[in-house]
């Protein structure tokens, strides 16, 4: 379920393509779920087990300049995805939060149990949603969360199909590091004065197939309790790398130099946010494959096969020709003789969570 007003139907059109999906197997409903007379619809009209609660708007900078807006799409539609949940005896969710839950955290390694003190609407919103869903549990003890709280994920799928594509400027590092390579146009690199070894801030990153594993780590976890089960989980690398050495590795990684300008500090950017990952790799058995090397060589490849990301038509056609040859090669090496018949394929994890995941926003 999405509403896209910051995504592409196209996505979900590849999911389809690269894992051999029905549109049986596979249901998009273009709603928003702050729309409760449509989602009560789905909910009547398919058997949801679970949900997986990626809805809300999620760039710090506008959440500062629009507020309400923040408040009225993130908070509101998790009410009403709640309540709906609850009128249909759907009782498990997995709920998509943020570090920026810890604001200025003074750890060097933060984890669940550190102080939170967001610093933006965006960080509040997400906290705001947290106790929803916490409160929501403690009343009805039948429904049971995960909430992840996400470090800062990065990179696109290995395929090259799958990757971030938002309808607005970005706001994310790594959208911004790939089209200044793209364009030759500098991308700005906001503080160069933070108490750091190099001055820029330091985040976790975390490659986008590592946190879709995370998600069915999570489902699986909720599947093996019954009542009265609400927990928070950090999901990142427990690595910190700053925004010079994401730079750094980028260039080296690809030979294509990013061109950046040095501007001022941004209004909400806290200065080093690292995961403590432990209570996750332990309870969850979950633990990231991918280190930042792959982040950047994979947000590279998906950005020279998409250039202009999904909205271009002709963009669209060529790279459904490489889905095609995708697809090809897949089917031979699964064929029943094959001695891989049995392996998944590389995008399994990032299929499995679209899949799985019956609500999306």
């Not at 003890?141 to 990179?155: D, K, M």
């Not at 633990?287 to 002709?314: E, F, H």
Request: hydrophobic share 35%; charged share 20%; proline share 6%.
């Amino acid at each position: 379920m999405d509403n896209l007003c910051n995504s592409y139907v196209e996505s979900v059109t590849r999911i389809k393509e690269l894992s051999g999906a029905t549109d049986d197997d596979v249901i998009f409903c273009n709603i928003s779920v702050n729309d409760k007379r449509a989602l009560c619809k789905v909910f009547a009209k398919y058997r949801i087990t679970a949900v997986i609660h990626f809805a809300g708007l999620k760039s710090v900078s506008e959440s500062i300049k629009e507020p309400m807006r923040y408040y009225y799409n993130n908070v509101t539609a998790t009410c009403t995805l709640v309540e709906c949940m609850k009128r249909y005896s759907c009782h498990r969710i997995v709920f998509s939060s943020s570090a920026t839950v810890y604001g200025n955290a003074t750890d060097a390694y933060i984890k669940e149990t550190a102080a939170v003190g967001p610093l933006t609407p965006y960080g509040r919103s997400k906290l705001m949603c947290e106790q929803i869903i916490q409160d929501a549990c403690k009343g009805s003890p039948e429904l049971c969360a995960v909430i992840l709280r996400y470090f800062n994920p990065v990179g696109c799928h290995e395929s090259g199909l799958l990757g971030e594509n938002p309808r607005n400027a970005p706001n994310n590092l790594m959208p911004c590091v790939t089209e200044a390579m793209h364009s030759k146009a500098p991308m700005r690199l906001f503080g160069t004065d933070y108490n750091t070894p190099d001055g820029t801030a330091i985040r976790d990153f975390i490659h986008v197939q590592d946190l879709a594993e995370g998600h069915l780590a999570a489902l699986r976890r909720l599947e093996k309790v019954h009542v009265s089960f609400c927990k928070v989980y950090n999901m990142g690398n427990g690595v910190g790398s700053s925004v010079k050495e994401v730079i750094t590795t980028m260039e080296k990684v690809t030979g294509v130099k990013v061109p950046h300008k040095i501007c001022p500090r941004r209004d909400g950017d806290a200065e080093c946010v690292v995961a403590d990952p432990t209570k996750a790799f332990t309870e969850l058995n979950w633990r990231p494959q991918l280190d930042i090397t792959v982040m950047c060589s994979s947000a590279w490849n998906w950005k020279t096969l998409n250039p202009v990301g999904y909205a271009q038509v002709r963009q669209t056609m060529r790279v459904r020709k490489y889905v095609n040859r995708v697809l090809s090669i897949k089917k031979e090496n699964t064929s029943a003789d094959s001695p891989s018949a049995t392996t998944p394929p590389p995008w399994s994890p990032l299929i499995s969570i679209f899949s799985k995941a019956t609500i999306e926003n």
